[in-house]
């Protein structure tokens, strides 16, 4: 079983920072896959990002790209999202979600982080 806490949402304002943690319980935390989603309301759940075992492999959505950066700490079992020069089109609730590296669906889900951008 894999627990997942995210972490550092909040209200700031356009062209701000925020950087979100998804701390994970479980052993073997290198053997998952970490990707963060949102979901703004009356819009479907969209990925932001994604990182493989040894951050070696990893994604950032295009409409993050060069302002979103994700990374992890497996000595902390945290995956961390960078988030700069945010818009209110960054508004959403944030999700972090764990598979593990040799299955296709993520079974593992955070209960999210509210990210609030103001104009």
């Known amino acids: 079983q894999v627990q997942l806490v995210e972490s550092g949402g909040g209200l700031v304002q356009t062209g701000g920072s925020l950087r979100l943690s998804c701390a994970a319980s479980?052993?073997?935390?290198?053997?998952?896959?970490i990707a963060w989603f949102r979901q703004a309301p009356g819009k479907e759940r969209e990925s932001v990002a994604g990182?493989?075992?040894?951050?070696?492999?990893?994604y950032v959505a295009d409409s993050a790209k060069g302002r979103f950066t994700i990374s992890r700490d497996n000595a902390k079992n945290t995956v961390y999202l960078q988030m700069n020069d945010l818009t209110p089109d960054d508004t959403a609730v944030y999700y972090c979600?764990?598979?593990?590296?040799?299955?296709?669906?993520?079974?593992?889900w955070g209960q999210g982080t509210q990210v609030t951008v103001s104009s």
């Open positions: 990182i493989g075992r040894t951050a070696h492999v990893s």
């Open positions: 479980v052993s073997r935390f290198n053997l998952y896959y």
């Open positions: 979600a764990a598979r593990f590296f040799s299955v296709n669906d993520y079974a593992y």
